[in-house]
C-alpha cells in the first residue's frame, strides 16, 4: 500500500492510502463506471481512501494505468532533482483519469534554502457517479510533503502497481 500523511497528531493527522487489489483482466477496452482504459499495456484496481486520524472520510475504487504510475515516478524524481527549469508543477497523466495527482516545488524565498513540496491528491468526481462522467474535480486531500516522503510515496506506488501486473 502506498501511503501519504501530514505526520500531524492523532486526530489532525491526514493520509492518503492507496491500496493496490489486482491487475485488472482482459484485452482491448475495459470500463469501470465512466472511465475506458485499455488493460493490455497493465491497468490495476486499486482502493484509493481519504483519512483523518483514524476515521476513513472517503473511498473509492479507481482504475490505475502502470505507463502513468511509471511516468509519474520519473516525473517526481526530475521535479526533486530540480530538472524542470521554471515549470515545478507535474500532474499524474490523463491514462489513469480517476485520480488526479499534482506536485509543485517551490524555490525558497531566501538565497540558499531548500525547496519545498506540495502534492494535491484528488479523486473525480466520475469515480464514483459515473452518471456525471469525468468532470476533473472532486475531493481532494493537500500535503506538503518533503522531497523524501513524495519520492517514497511515488516508488511505493510505483511498486505496488508492478507487484500486481506481475502477478
Do not use: C
Request: aromatic fraction near 8%; hydrophobic fraction near 45%.
Amino acid at each position: 500500500m502506498a501511503v501519504i500523511t501530514n505526520n500531524a497528531a492523532s486526530g489532525a493527522q491526514l493520509a492518503v492510502r492507496v491500496d493496490v487489489l489486482e491487475r485488472v483482466q482482459g484485452t482491448g477496452l475495459v470500463s469501470h463506471g465512466a472511465v475506458k482504459v485499455e488493460a493490455e499495456h497493465g491497468v490495476a484496481r486499486t482502493d484509493v481512501s481519504f483519512w483523518v486520524g483514524d476515521r476513513e472520510i472517503f473511498r473509492s475504487e479507481v482504475f490505475l494505468h502502470q505507463m502513468t504510475v511509471s511516468e509519474w515516478m520519473e516525473n517526481i524524481q526530475a521535479l526533486v532533482d530540480g530538472e524542470f527549469g521554471p515549470q515545478q508543477e507535474i500532474n499524474f497523466g490523463f491514462e489513469s483519469p480517476e485520480l488526479m495527482l499534482v506536485a509543485r516545488r517551490s524555490q525558497p524565498v531566501l538565497e540558499g534554502g531548500l525547496p519545498f513540496y506540495e502534492l494535491t491528491v484528488i479523486l473525480d468526481a466520475g469515480s464514483f457517479d459515473a452518471g456525471g462522467g469525468i468532470i476533473g474535480e472532486g475531493p481532494a486531500m493537500f500535503f506538503t510533503p518533503t522531497a523524501e516522503v513524495l519520492l517514497r510515496f511515488s516508488s511505493d506506488l510505483l511498486a505496488e502497481v508492478n507487484q500486481a501486473l506481475a502477478a
